[in-house]
């Protein structure tokens, strides 16, 4: 531990002449020439160094600390205090603490008020006696201090951690960094929660900081998984790492020992202090009854599994612990009620009723799509024009597995950056098989997809859970032990890959932590099969993958790289099965008076909804109803349904299959693009994140509507589109002049989408090409088509 003098300025004149009267007191013997003093210095607990500012210090608390050197030879810790205040035995153990933790060693600890000067051996705490003032006695003394046996440092450190605010929030800041430090790394790095550099704001992180400046004790952050809670515990760490009014201390529930024992053990790592978890509680209420500013406990992932943690916390945020100390947890929205109710119902739980403060972290709004999008950049990736309309890519996890696939490396072509599709692709599931390379991790994920996927035939299931199991790769427990033993769902537990928790529903299930990982097993398992199956029946085959698919998050892409899993094979190309999925074209369904239809809302839970005959319809949520406008204008109107299979198809598309034809071959992809791209409405998931505001359209009464070209490429098919058109470029440049004569003004439509973005993208080769196809063929052709569609 050494001190490094941070400055050599003279400070204030009226603390100056105090430093220097007791000095003189003190060390009549030393020559003033030759002395030296430091109202500013740093040392250093563990990795965490603490700088101490004489003049600041001694304004705000009225005491400073001062280093003494004689010809930079350590003399003495000066513990000033202001005039008139009396000293006590604290003013010596904050001193004689000082002393044990600086290096090099300070012999002398002087403490005084300018009226009453004290002198200590900072070795034993005695006062300095000698026979006479004089610099062989302080030589003798030196000597003494370099022979003395190793001072409790523990005892030092506690005393500094309590006394002083200035000590211990420099110390926990510290302490914070470094448990975040060790859950940061590259982007290919992806069990590591956070990315080096790459955090950017959420609207939440404003809410609260403004809930705790209100005085909050207690605060609830609520979202789905993957949505981005951890790092919003990260960015408030980032938000107040200068803040006069809060500290905040990172701690992740997962760990399991308690929220006291995880304190005592980053208190133990980062500062070198090693204290219990006994000990931890006492700091605790120490701080929390102290002047100065409050401690916030940022627990991050706190389940109803965790029955230590919750009584820790329910003594937290009791009336032990005195206002300076709050409390800022993070949980699942599956499991907010069973952490805020009573378990027999009808009343709130003990950390039901002490919350007063729940925020809800939704996926990413405009707003902080658009600064996403610019950290991003600051990474050298851009996102696809497009990519804003994309629900998917509201969802901070997909934006984090994407940049893992597309992030540059440090140094490579710095003058160039990378793409990211704005559409997810196949190309997901692929860089998640290039990533992962662990067999067995693989095989254990693998029979985590097949219990998903036997979980989503279950009809026994409670509707919640199934309406979530859309959004988010979760499996019951008792469904994965009949697929993994105990011991390896506990491995993966205490890995991280998965996350336990009682469901809303009362189901205790697992939440999967790589999806990505998980998509490309659940491909794997689905294509085991495949071709045989569907030369036995390809009808019972199609409607299958599609009843099972279309009830999983990623089902469409799943479903499609199944069948390029299975095309690899050597058994052959399902194409019974793929016509079937082409006679599966999506339906318009008018919407009557009356009917009732179900959806998942994030972070709320399951709604009903009944449409009534004004457009309007009454939402069911949570026992209560809830009456939902129509737009203006709007009437019923209808919805299109059963698109699933066609979105399948859009990703397989996307994909250069080959089938041989006697001595020559044709071009699967090239076929379904030509299909599947003359669909007359937009051919998109439905989401409710983009919703209220919509996709840009052109709608024609009669044949329906096509994706304007400022919206970007908003669709799957359209994506596949751009690939085949981007890549292979003037050799498929027949193929596309037959679609155009063909005048199907959906595929005209997506054709310019895909040309446009081609000539922004696009190689010095593609580039000038595509717009030689947009300026002699596609639009004018695309112009004719509109004009004979308003006929």
């Keep these: 531990m050494t001190a490094q003098q941070l400055t050599k300025t003279p400070t204030e004149a009226d603390l100056e002449a105090e430093i220097h009267g007791v000095i003189r007191k003190a060390f009549p013997w030393l020559p003033a020439e030759a002395i030296r003093h430091q109202t500013k210095f740093s040392f250093t607990f563990g990795h965490a160094t603490i700088e101490v500012d004489g003049v600041t210090d001694l304004q705000a608390e009225g005491r400073t600390d001062i280093l003494i050197r004689s010809n930079e030879i350590p003399v003495a810790i000066l513990e000033l205090k202001r005039k008139g205040l009396a000293l006590t035995s604290s003013d010596v153990d904050q001193g004689l603490s000082y002393a044990s933790v600086i290096r ?3 012999p002398l600890v002087v403490v005084s008020n300018g009226d009453e000067t004290r002198i200590f051996e900072s070795y034993s705490g005695n006062l300095w006696q000698p026979a006479t003032s004089s610099e062989a006695e302080f030589s003798k003394l030196v000597a003494a201090t370099a022979q003395a046996a190793t001072t409790d440092v523990k005892n030092a450190v506690s005393t500094l951690m309590g006394s002083r605010s200035t000590v211990w929030v420099q110390a926990i800041r510290a302490a914070s960094e470094g448990a975040i430090e060790e859950l ?55 938000r107040t790492v200068t803040s006069p009014d809060f500290t905040v ?8 020992a308690g929220i006291f024992q995880a304190i005592a053990d980053i208190l133990s790592t980062s500062l070198s202090w090693p204290v219990t978890a006994d000990e931890a509680r006492t700091w605790l209420r120490s701080v929390s009854r102290a002047n100065g500013p409050s401690l916030v406990l940022a627990v991050d992932g706190v389940g109803p599994e965790h029955v230590r943690l919750r009584r820790e916390l329910e003594d937290l945020s009791s009336s032990v612990f005195g206002s300076q100390l709050r409390l800022l947890v993070t949980v699942d929205d599956a499991v907010t009620t069973t952490l805020i109710e009573h378990p027999r119902g009808r009343q709130a739980s003990t950390l039901g009723r002490r919350i007063d403060g729940r925020i809800e972290l939704a996926p990413l709004d405009d707003d902080e799509f658009e600064l996403a999008a610019q950290t991003l950049w600051e990474h050298r990736m851009a996102i696809m024009h497009g990519g804003h309309s994309s629900a998917e890519l509201r969802v901070p996890w997909i934006l984090r597995a ?31 098989r290039e990533r992962f390379k662990d067999e067995d991790l693989r095989r254990q994920f693998r029979e ?19 309406l979530e199991s859309m959004a988010t790769f979760v499996v019951r427990r008792r469904t994965l032990l009949q697929f993994l033993a105990l011991s390896e769902i506990e491995s993966l537990l205490r890995m991280g890959y998965l996350k336990p928790s009682l469901h809303a529903s009362g189901e205790a299930v697992l939440f ?25 029946d390809p009808a019972k085959t199609a409607l299958e993958m599609v009843s099972v698919t279309s009830r999983l998050p990623l089902g469409d892409i799943v479903a499609a790289h199944a069948f390029v899993d299975a095309i690899q094979g050597s058994t052959g190309v399902p194409l019974d099965v793929v016509a079937e999925l082409v006679q599966m074209a999506p339906k318009r369904t008018p919407i009557k008076p009356g009917m009732r239809a179900a959806m998942h809302v994030p972070g709320v839970g399951m709604m009903e909804m009944t449409f009534q005959a004004d457009g309007s319809f009454v939402g069911e949520l949570n026992g209560q109803s809830h009456t939902f406008a129509a737009d203006p204008g709007e009437g019923l109107g209808e919805l299109i349904g059963e698109s699933h299979a066609w979105l399948i198809l859009s990703h397989l598309a996307g994909q250069r299959i080959g089938i041989a034809r006697g001595s020559g071959a044709e071009r699967l992809d090239l076929a379904l693009l030509g299909e599947v791209g003359r ?4 051919l998109r998931r439905p989401d409710s994140i983009v919703e209220g505001r919509g996709v840009l359209t052109h709608s024609m009464a009669g044949y329906g509507e096509v994706v304007c070209h400022k919206a970007g490429i908003v669709e799957p098919i359209t994506f596949s589109l751009f690939r085949r058109v981007s890549e292979e470029g003037p050799d498929i440049e027949d193929w596309i002049r037959e679609v155009v004569h063909d005048g199907s003004l959906a595929m ?3 054709l310019d989408i895909a040309l446009r973005e081609t000539a922004k993208l696009a190689d010095d080769i593609r580039r000038p090409w595509a717009e030689r196809m947009l300026a002699e063929l596609v639009t004018p052709a695309l112009n004719d088509a509109l004009q004979c569609t308003s006929e």
């Design 512 to 536: 999967v932590r790589l999806p990505e990982l998980l998509a490309s097993e659940a491909s794997i398992v689905l294509a085991s099969g495949l071709v045989e199956r569907g030369r036995a």
């Design 249 to 256: 201390l990172f701690l992740v529930a997962d760990e399991g």
């Design 748 to 750: 005209i439509a997506r």
């Design 402 to 432: 994407l940049g893992g696939r597309y992030a540059p490396e440090p140094g490579e072509q710095p003058d160039k950056a990378a793409v990211l599709p704005s559409q997810l692709s196949l190309g997901l599931i692929a860089h998640a």
């Design 104 to 106: 090099p060693r300070f």
């Design 184 to 238: 940061t790394g590259r982007w290919d790095e992806p069990m590591q929660p956070f990315v080096r550099n790459y955090l950017f704001p959420r609207k939440a992180s404003a809410i609260i900081a403004a809930e705790l400046t209100r005085g909050r004790r207690f605060v609830l952050i609520e979202g789905a998984p993957l949505v981005g809670k951890s790092s919003l515990m990260r960015e408030m760490i980032h």
């Design 679 to 682: 669909c007359p409405h937009a």
């Design 448 to 466: 985590i997809a097949k219990a998903v996927l036997q979980d989503t035939e279950e009809k026994d299931r409670p509707i919640a859970l199934m």
